[in-house]
């Protein structure tokens, strides 16, 4: 299976406003965005430059204004770009992003090396380019200044497993596929709507960062307790208990033994001269 940067820029395209949605649409989606926000204001400073890849519809983008970022906005797809300018817009947020460009995370070439402070790429843009991860790995680190922060985050293995597993029963000889995606990560578009990526166990993300000029300073899932109750958890949401749900999930999150336990794996690296 190889990457094809087409196909993944024609599925957002057609995605388009679902992207905006994916991170309020329940329970769990909203403990995601809380912990991947965490990060951001965790490692990022005021006025610091920021390459956003695989930006979206702009829920990140907004927060990086918030957190007074001077931002790059990239995407594979001109429909996810066009959205991102209009909900950042909405939020008065576009004073912050100095451009937006269609690029494709595997060459970078368009900026100098050491041109970001911070380099983002939430949301899986590095499982969607499948065996070109360390040539997409390395261009990003490339274009980060010495000492600057990539944070990062790509699709869970067991995390996405656990979370869909009684609709991945019903999928025709849903034991083979199990089998074939536990064994190297790479999901077809045969049962996946057309989309191929590469799905992530915590140990190969730390391996693959081993090959290239960074050092992992954080990593977390991106979701635990709030998996499988979003149901339960509707009614937590106005109370005063959601803020304690918060953090014990933040906390729980990076633990070593959760890491593999949501959705999405969260990792922050620093450039390194090694």
């Given at each position: 299976?190889?990457?094809?940067?087409?196909?993944?820029?024609?599925?957002?395209?057609?995605?388009?406003?679902?992207?905006?949605?994916?991170?309020?649409?329940?329970?769990?989606?909203?403990?995601?965005?809380?912990?991947?926000?965490?990060?951001?204001?965790?490692?990022?400073?005021?006025?610091?430059?920021?390459?956003?890849?695989?930006?979206?519809?702009?829920?990140?983008?907004?927060?990086?204004?918030?957190?007074?970022?001077?931002?790059?906005?990239?995407?594979?797809?001109?429909?996810?770009?066009?959205l991102n300018q209009k909900y950042v817009v909405e939020h008065q947020s576009e004073t912050s992003v100095s451009s937006r460009l269609q690029l494709?995370?595997?060459?970078?070439?368009?900026?100098?090396?050491?041109?970001?402070?911070?380099?983002?790429?939430?949301?899986?843009?590095?499982?969607?380019?499948?065996?070109?991860?360390?040539?997409?790995?390395?261009?990003?680190?490339?274009?980060?200044?010495?000492?600057?922060?990539?944070?990062?985050?790509?699709?869970?293995?067991?995390?996405?497993?656990?979370?869909?597993?009684?609709?991945?029963?019903?999928?025709?000889?849903?034991?083979?596929?199990?089998?074939?995606?536990?064994?190297?990560?790479?999901?077809?578009?045969?049962?996946?709507?057309?989309?191929?990526?590469?799905?992530?166990?915590?140990?190969?993300?730390?391996?693959?960062?081993?090959?290239?000029?960074?050092?992992?300073?954080?990593?977390?899932?991106?979701?635990?307790?709030?998996?499988?109750?979003?149901?339960?958890?509707?009614?937590?949401?106005?109370?005063?208990?959601?803020?304690?749900?918060?953090?014990?999930?933040?906390?729980?999150?990076?633990?070593?033994?959760?890491?593999?336990?949501?959705?999405?794996?969260?990792?922050?690296?620093?450039?390194?001269?090694?």
């Amino acid at each position: 299976m190889k990457y094809n940067p087409a196909q993944v820029a024609a599925f957002y395209d057609s995605y388009g406003e679902q992207e905006w949605d994916r991170l309020s649409k329940n329970p769990a989606a909203l403990v995601s965005f809380h912990i991947h926000q965490h990060y951001l204001k965790k490692y990022l400073k005021s006025t610091d430059s920021v390459l956003e890849v695989g930006a979206g519809a702009g829920r990140f983008t907004i927060e990086l204004a918030k957190l007074g970022a001077v931002i790059t906005v990239g995407d594979i797809s001109s429909e996810q770009l066009k959205l991102n300018q209009k909900y950042v817009v909405e939020h008065q947020s576009e004073t912050s992003v100095s451009s937006r460009l269609q690029l494709d995370i595997t060459d970078l070439s368009m900026f100098e090396a050491a041109t970001f402070d911070v380099v983002v790429c939430y949301g899986g843009a590095l499982s969607y380019v499948l065996e070109q991860a360390g040539i997409a790995l390395a261009e990003m680190l490339r274009v980060l200044k010495p000492e600057g922060y990539l944070l990062l985050s790509v699709m869970s293995l067991i995390g996405t497993t656990q979370a869909n597993f009684e609709a991945i029963t019903e999928i025709p000889n849903f034991t083979q596929l199990v089998e074939g995606v536990n064994a190297n990560g790479f999901l077809d578009g045969r049962t996946n709507n057309g989309h191929q990526l590469k799905m992530y166990r915590a140990k190969e993300l730390k391996q693959l960062c081993k090959s290239y000029q960074c050092e992992i300073m954080a990593m977390s899932a991106s979701n635990y307790l709030s998996l499988h109750r979003n149901e339960f958890l509707e009614e937590m949401l106005t109370t005063d208990a959601w803020a304690n749900f918060l953090r014990w999930e933040l906390d729980f999150c990076a633990e070593d033994g959760c890491l593999d336990s949501g959705t999405h794996i969260i990792s922050v690296m620093k450039k390194t001269n090694k």
